[in-house]
């Protein structure tokens, strides 16, 4: 059973730029939640899809989106980004959206400059 | 509005102490909770979860809801458990749409 990873563990875009993060749920898993998190804080939830539709999101302005595909893994895209974009992007997995635990991915860390 | 406090940074501990890591929440309904830990160069993974009322690696915490507080606390610290910790509610129910604290340090000295 694989777990959950994530590309590219870092990068580098200039404010304004657009930026692609990839996600590979655990096998078996149909739900997928991304999180942002800066500096000293911890993770702030962005937005969730199971079974390929938005299942809720959280305070993040329209150019954060996101898709999921049929074999479940997400991507998390970022428009006209800012200097404050910069952060661990997390995305984490699960089988359903209710009482099954959530695993982690280990991050993508993104540096706006 | 929701919320999670931790308002300690950084906990020291020496080996064999009690450690007690604070977490208060701000929510209006019957929340959920959790403790997230994440060691050294490794992912984030949960600790505990309040309604199944385990001791996880020697660690539990108990829900005060008159205190809207959910602090995780363990007898005696080991250096092993020097990582970073993360209190979480969760408002929709089970491991989803978490709302994290900004997370404590736990250092245990030899």
């Known amino acids: 059973e694989t777990g959950v990873t994530q590309s590219p563990t870092h990068l580098i875009k200039t404010r304004g730029q657009q930026v692609t993060l990839r996600c590979s749920s655990q096998?078996?898993?149909?739900?997928v939640s991304w999180y942002q998190q800066a500096l000293g804080q911890g993770p702030q939830f962005i937005f969730q899809?199971?079974?390929?539709?938005?299942?809720g999101r959280g305070n993040f302005p329209p150019r954060f989106s996101g898709l999921q595909f049929p074999n479940y893994s997400s991507e998390l895209n970022v428009n006209a980004l800012e200097l404050d974009d910069s952060a661990l992007y997390l995305c984490?997995?699960?089988?359903?959206?209710?009482?099954?635990?959530?695993?982690f991915g280990q991050g993508t860390r993104l540096t706006v400059v | 509005a929701q919320r999670v406090t931790q308002p300690e940074k950084l906990l020291s501990v020496f080996k064999g102490a009690p450690v007690e890591l604070k977490c208060n929440y701000s929510?209006?309904?019957?929340?959920?909770l959790f403790w997230y830990v994440q060691y050294s160069r490794q992912r984030l993974q949960l600790l505990l979860r309040?309604?199944s009322r385990e001791s996880i690696k020697g660690f539990t915490a108990d829900l005060n809801k008159g205190e809207t507080s959910f602090h995780l606390k363990k007898p005696f610290a080991q250096e092993e458990d020097s990582a970073m910790y993360y209190c979480?509610?969760?408002?929709?129910?089970?491991?989803?749409?978490?709302?994290f604290g900004a997370g404590t340090r736990l250092a245990v000295h030899p």
């Open positions: 984490a997995s699960s089988q359903g959206v209710l009482n099954t635990e959530a695993f």
């Open positions: 096998s078996g898993h149909n739900t």
């Open positions: 899809y199971y079974r390929e539709e938005e299942n």
């Open positions: 929510y209006s309904g019957s929340p959920e």
């Open positions: 309040h309604i």
């Open positions: 979480a509610l969760s408002p929709s129910g089970g491991y989803n749409k978490l709302i």
